[in-house]
């Protein structure tokens, strides 16, 4: 079975112009995939049956994977059964029937619009690298990027002028993401008295940089983000992602269209970006709870006492 993995994440490779990342954690799922059919005394990839596949899916439970992992697990097995039955090695994909492990959706975490405004203050901006956190911070908010798209942008793919930047996505994909006005203010600032100031006389693609000449990596970034969160006394547990989940969130909450959401952030699917829609519904059932009078959470306020009248 080795040999056909090896062919299939060439396939994958080529083929599906999917992520290095991706195609690794689909190479490593499989290999724990064909340990367990071996132990099931399978070793033809073809005879696969659906009941191999749902006792393997059994034994990743047992050994306490979520249902989210299982469903990776099922997505990797199943995109390499369609690929032996595309290659006509195998006559039936046992995966076809096979009903991906639903778990229960979580609602995104995500800023007020109040802890936004304290954190994009935060960074000092009389310092190079202050002007640069805060353009960095500006951009993440205005256009939703996941950290890796931030890290790797480039300074040709920002059209300050136009009032967007290219962001490249999972697989490569580009997309087109409009930037507010105080994000671009922000990133010619930097482009003009910062960037100069950290680069010298090197040469960088990247649009951040660091005083070493190269681009953020992803942990720096992240060690940045908490720095700034601490210092604009935000106590929650705060990430990147966090900060896109505050973009969308902060969009949907005011009318935007849930297709031109979807994509700014680069979404295949729009089911995915549903789910703000539900962060929605939450943050007005609250308002409803609290403020309508017939609803069951509802507490009227203590009337104020009269005073008593003077003489």
């Known amino acids: 079975m080795e040999g056909l993995l090896d062919a299939f994440i060439a396939f994958i490779r080529a083929e599906r112009g999917l992520s290095g990342k991706t195609v690794d954690a689909y190479a490593a799922d499989l290999t724990v995939y064909f340990e367990d059919l ?17 006792a393997h899916l059994t034994t990743l439970g047992k050994q306490g994977l979520s ?3 299982q469903a990776r697990h099922l997505a990797a097995i199943r995109v390499f059964h369609r690929f032996l039955v595309a290659e006509r090695l195998a006559d039936k994909d046992p995966t076809e029937d096979v009903d ?8 995104p975490v995500f800023l007020t619009l109040e802890e936004v405004e304290q954190l994009l203050a935060a960074p000092d901006e009389r310092t190079v690298t202050g002007m640069r956190d805060k353009a960095m911070l500006e951009v993440l908010y205005a256009t939703g990027l996941r950290v890796t798209e ?18 490249k996505g999972k697989g490569s994909k580009e997309r087109i993401v409009p930037l507010g006005r105080v994000a671009i203010e922000k990133v010619q600032t930097f482009l003009s ?30 060690k940045l983000l908490k720095r700034y969160a601490l210092k604009a006394g935000i106590l929650k547990p705060l990430s990147p992602h966090k900060l896109r989940h505050s973009f969308a969130t902060h969009l949907v909450e005011r009318g935007a269209d849930l ?3 979807q994509q700014m952030l680069g ?14 519904g939450a943050r007005l059932r609250k308002v409803y709870d609290e403020f309508h009078p017939r609803s069951d959470a ?14």
């Not at 979404?267 to 929605?280: E, F, G, K, P, S």
């Open 150 to 167: 931030l890290c790797t942008l480039e300074l040709n793919n920002v059209q300050l002028t136009a009032g967007y930047l290219i962001a």
């Open 298 to 311: 509802f507490k009227p306020k203590p009337a104020a006492r009269k005073r008593p009248p003077t003489a």
């Open 193 to 222: 008295l910062s960037r100069p100031e950290l680069l010298g006389k090197r040469e960088a693609k990247a649009l951040f940089v660091t005083p070493r000449g190269g681009g953020f990596t992803r942990q720096g970034f992240w």
């Open 267 to 280: 979404h295949a699917d729009l089911a995915t970006t549903q789910i703000y829609t539900h962060v929605n």
């Open 100 to 107: 991906t492990p639903k778990s229960p959706r979580k609602l």
């Open 38 to 54: 071996r132990a099931r005394g399978k070793d033809d990839a073809a005879r696969v049956t659906q009941e191999d596949v749902l």
């Open 67 to 69: 249902r989210r992992s």
């Open 259 to 261: 297709r031109a959401v």
